[in-house]
Structure formats: structure tokens, C-alpha cells
């Protein structure tokens, strides 16, 4: 069904002088992100032409045919740490007993230093012969960057947590993925466990997404699926694991799926992540001293792996019939 997701205006929580402003938007985006777990993300200061050349690019790459050489030379099986091109049908079950349609190319930070400890952080892999492609891109991930320090700030502040707490640990070596997801159409009635990417929480603090073509499809706590109703140039906020971990449960981490589509969809999924070697455990302030915490202490890079491990071994257990 669709229903309206609540609109957070950044221009307004930006706001030095008009405080009541600013703290009207503020209990917006608190009330939205405990009642919810998501919301939309408007006035960001963001270009419109910076999110249309990156779809742009986006389009290119993805229609070029799978035997391409300029696709395969991107392919994830040449990079450091998965970045670089996934085709159609390598995308992990993150639910039991499903298939993926969608084929994404990742990347992060550009950092020439490579981590070889836990992989957070590296050089990205990006087609040959595309450099229009390189500079869209990564121009489109900078700009969210910046909504992402904003955003994390927001939440130290309405979650009366220590200035910096979440956001000075969000730097260029976080593992701070990117994603351009391709959905194809499928003019077929699908398997009943065929999705575009099947119900799952995303590993990070939170997500900022966009979408071009409508399909994307948020859980509220009650159970309801509901499909996002946003335009192109607004940002689709929903918190993650680590975000629900932090507060003891306070704010849940979003369920979202992609059913299957009769239109081809395009859209751009930014993990915000903290560096991936801090520890993130429940705070006090969100404990029920009768109760003790819910969750226990995870890295952010063990909860990253922790996660794409049991959606790998849900896909092989379904290659395996």
C-alpha cells in the first residue's frame, strides 16, 4: 500500500537563527525515526544535476551487455574488497529461500592506502574508458558524505549522546559502501521468492537512498510493508543496525525490500558506517537497569561480515536446493 512517510527539511535543522524552527524539524526527525525507523530527506543543498549525472552514468554502465569488455574489467573478482561491478544473479539471499535480480556496482572512500586487517578501506575499481562515469559517481558520493556528517550530528543531538560520538568516527576510512543497483523488468509473473533484493536491515548507523523509478518498500514496527512514495531528488533515510544497537532498541533498524518490477529501476544506496574497528554497544542512558542490555557490544566491520556471510550461506543453501 502506499502511505506518506514523514519529510525532514535539512534546511531547516541547519537553521542558526531561528532556533524554534530548527527544534520543531528536530522533534520531527526523532518522533519519525522512534515511531518508524525512516523518513525523507528534503532541502538538502545537494544539485539536482549532481544526482542526474550520476544516474546518468549509472544508466551507461549498466546497459552495457554482461560480456562487455569495459563490464568485465570492472567485475568484483579483479578489486580490493568486492568493489567494482556484480553481475545479475551474484547477489546474496539476505532472506531465507529467496533470489536476487539486481546487479550493483560498488565502491567507497577512494584511499590509496589499502587495510589489510579488516578491509574497511582501499582504492575503488572503476571501469575503464568511463571516465565521465568516475568523476558522477564519485562527485554524487562526496556530496551524500556531507548530508551523512550532518545527519550524524542530528542524531548525537536528539539521542543526547556526546558530541562526535558517531560522527567524528565517520571518516574516509569507515567502511562507508556505495552502491548503483540495477533492477531489470520482468515481464513474467515472478517465483513467489523472486525480489529485485529480498527484506533485510542494513549493517551501518544509517542509509541515505535514492531511487529513480518507484519499487522500494519500507517495514514500519507493526509489520506493514509499505511502498516509498518520494521524488527523485529526495533522500530516503533509514537507520541501521548499529543505530539500533546504540540506543538499546529505542530506534529499530529498517527492514526495506525490492519486490519484483514490470519497469526497470535504477537507484543509489550510501551506507553511512562508522571506521570499522570501534565497538558499538548499547549506552546507559537507553538501559532498563531491571533489564540489562539487549544487545551485545559488535564492531562495525564484524557486523558488515557478520551479516553478508549468512546472506552468502542463505544463497548457497538455495544453489544447493
Known amino acids: 500500500m502506499l502511505d ?21 524539524e528536530m522533534i520531527k526527525l526523532k ?9 525523507l530527506l528534503t532541502d538538502h543543498g545537494i544539485d539536482e544535476e549532481v544526482f542526474d549525472n550520476a544516474y546518468l552514468q549509472s544508466k551507461l554502465f549498466h546497459s552495457l ?14 578489486a580490493f574488497a568486492s568493489r ?10 539476505y532472506s531465507p529461500n529467496t533470489k536476487a535480480t539486481c546487479s550493483a556496482f560498488d565502491l567507497c572512500y577512494e584511499v590509496e592506502e589499502i587495510d589489510k586487517e579488516f578491509e574497511s578501506y582501499g582504492p575503488n575499481h572503476w571501469p575503464p574508458q568511463m571516465p565521465d562515469f568516475k568523476k558522477a559517481v564519485y562527485d554524487y558520493y562526496l556530496n551524500i558524505s556531507k548530508i551523512e556528517k550532518g545527519i550524524a550530528g542530528y542524531l548525537e543531538e536528539l539521542l543526547e549522546i556526546d558530541k562526535g560520538f558517531i560522527s567524528s568516527k565517520m571518516t574516509e576510512k569507515s567502511p562507508s559502501t556505495m552502491r548503483l ?20 536491515t542494513d549493517y551501518e548507523v ?8 518507484k519499487g522500494s518498500q519500507v517495514q514500519k514496527p507493526n509489520g506493514e510493508w509499505i511502498e516509498v512514495e518520494c521524488g527523485p531528488y529526495e533522500i530516503i533515510m533509514m537507520a541501521g543496525d548499529m543505530t539500533e544497537v546504540m540506543t538499546n532498541g529505542k530506534i529499530k533498524a529498517t527492514p526495506h525490500r525490492v519486490p519484483p518490477t514490470k519497469w526497470e529501476r535504477y537507484s543509489i544506496t550510501r551506507f553511512c558506517a562508522i571506521d570499522g574497528h570501534h565497538v558499538v554497544a548499547p549506552l546507559d542512558q ?21 551479516g553478508l556471510a549468512e546472506a552468502s550461506a542463505n544463497a548457497d543453501a538455495m544453489a544447493n536446493g
Not at 518522533?31 to 523518513?39: Q, T, V
Not at 537507553?286 to 559488535?298: A, C, E, H, S, T
Request: hydrophobic share 30%.
Open 65 to 78: 551487455p554482461s560480456d562487455n569488455e569495459i563490464k568485465q574489467a570492472a567485475h568484483y573478482r579483479h
Open 31 to 39: 518522533n519519525s525515526l522512534i515511531k518508524d525507523s525512516f523518513c
Open 181 to 200: 543497483i540495477y533492477y531489470p523488468a520482468l515481464t513474467k509473473e515472478p517465483d513467489e521468492n523472486l525480489f529485485g533484493i529480498s527484506a533485510h
Open 84 to 93: 567494482g561491478w556484480s553481475p545479475e544473479g551474484e547477489e546474496p539471499a
Open 4 to 24: 506518506k512517510m514523514q519529510r525532514i527539511n535539512l534546511s531547516n535543522l541547519a537553521q542558526s537563527d531561528d532556533l524554534g524552527l530548527k527544534s520543531t
Open 286 to 306: 537507553f538501559i532498563d537497569p531491571k533489564v540489562g542490555p539487549k544487545y551485545k557490544p559488535i564492531s562495525q566491520i564484524k557486523n558488515i561480515n557478520d
Open 206 to 213: 544509517f542509509t541515505l537512498l535514492t531511487q529513480r523509478q
